[in-house]
């Protein structure tokens, strides 16, 4: 299978092309070119406009659809950018006849309902990102009812990786474990679900192996950790002890991220290998070998 992926470049671009370089031919796309992507895939740069894209599409099987902007959240022109993205894709897609399409979307499409969210509540996204992801999907199911595609729409947890932007609270944690200073929690109330990269990566093998399915589908480990378990396991992950320092006075942010993907793993025969501690356990194991936290 000749396989395009964009966003090729970033956290989960990389990740699945090293991963899964040797079962599919990848085409890798990227706004430049760049020497960091393994030499076994196929680097086309491109604009992600109509023409630029029926050029490097032309002779794939498959797309994983991974490229979106990481939108501020106060601009309403952002939610434009990556809305045009994901319907020119799905157009050029229909044009060179290429059915077979997974699309990253976000739980972020639920916000605040009560969990766990399943595939039939109503989106009601509280963000710009959220809000470009919903009328992305919306496109989406256009392009499966009407035009015979195969879109699988994933609605992933967060991922949960050893590359973590600068600043996350994550990183930091890691960083800290790494390097033996104290994990300050200065947070309480998030409940969150995340899942392993390892595991997402295999999600969206199992989804373009099944060619002709479609639909929207949720992607989670099913496991809810706090922000003091997420302390616990990666202060245990490093082998660690008291590093972990309690404020006094946390600040209290209420918010429950949860999943039912039980469609998603009956469909595409999938479990998630890892929960949070496993994978955290794996984390750390890639740092010291590397000794470096990035």
């Not at 079962?23 to 680097?43: F, G, H, M, T």
């Not at 998603?264 to 890892?274: A, G, L, M, S, T």
């Not at 496993?278 to 990035?294: F, G, H, L, P």
Request: glycine letters at 4%.
């Amino acid at each position: 299978m000749r396989l395009a992926v964009t966003g090729a470049t970033g956290l989960l671009g990389k990740y699945f092309i090293e991963k899964y370089s040797k079962k599919y031919e990848i085409v890798a796309l990227s706004r430049s070119k760049n020497s960091q992507l393994p030499l076994s895939c196929d680097v086309k740069v491109t604009d992600y406009s109509v023409n630029s894209l029926k050029e490097v599409l032309k002779d794939c099987d498959a797309i994983l659809h991974l490229s979106a902007g990481r939108l501020n959240n106060t601009k309403i022109e952002n939610l434009v950018d990556n809305v045009r993205l994901d319907s020119t894709l799905f157009l050029v897609a229909k044009l060179l006849g290429i059915k077979n399409i997974v699309f990253c979307s976000s739980r972020g499409v639920y916000g605040k309902q009560q969990i766990p969210w399943t595939e039939e509540m109503s989106a009601e996204p509280e963000s710009i990102y959220a809000l470009a992801k919903v009328q992305s999907e919306v496109s989406a199911n256009y392009y499966n009812l009407y035009h015979d595609m195969s879109i699988k729409v994933l609605r992933m947890a967060q991922v949960y990786s050893i590359g973590e932007y600068e600043g996350s609270m994550i990183r930091t944690f890691l960083e800290n474990a790494f390097n033996n200073k104290k994990i300050n929690i200065m947070v309480t109330g998030i409940e969150r679900e995340y899942i392993y990269i390892d595991d997402i990566a295999e999600a969206f093998n199992r989804a373009l192996e099944k060619k002709s399915t479609k639909g929207i589908f949720n992607v989670g480990s099913g496991e809810l950790v706090t922000i003091e378990n997420i302390a616990e396991d990666i202060q245990k992950a490093f082998n660690k002890k008291n590093l972990l320092e309690y404020s006094e006075n946390p600040k209290l942010i209420i918010e429950k991220s949860l999943m039912n993907s039980s469609r998603f793993k009956e469909e595409f025969n999938w479990n998630p290998k890892y929960n949070f501690r496993d994978a955290s356990i794996e984390i750390a194991k890639q740092i010291r070998v590397e000794e470096i936290i990035y």
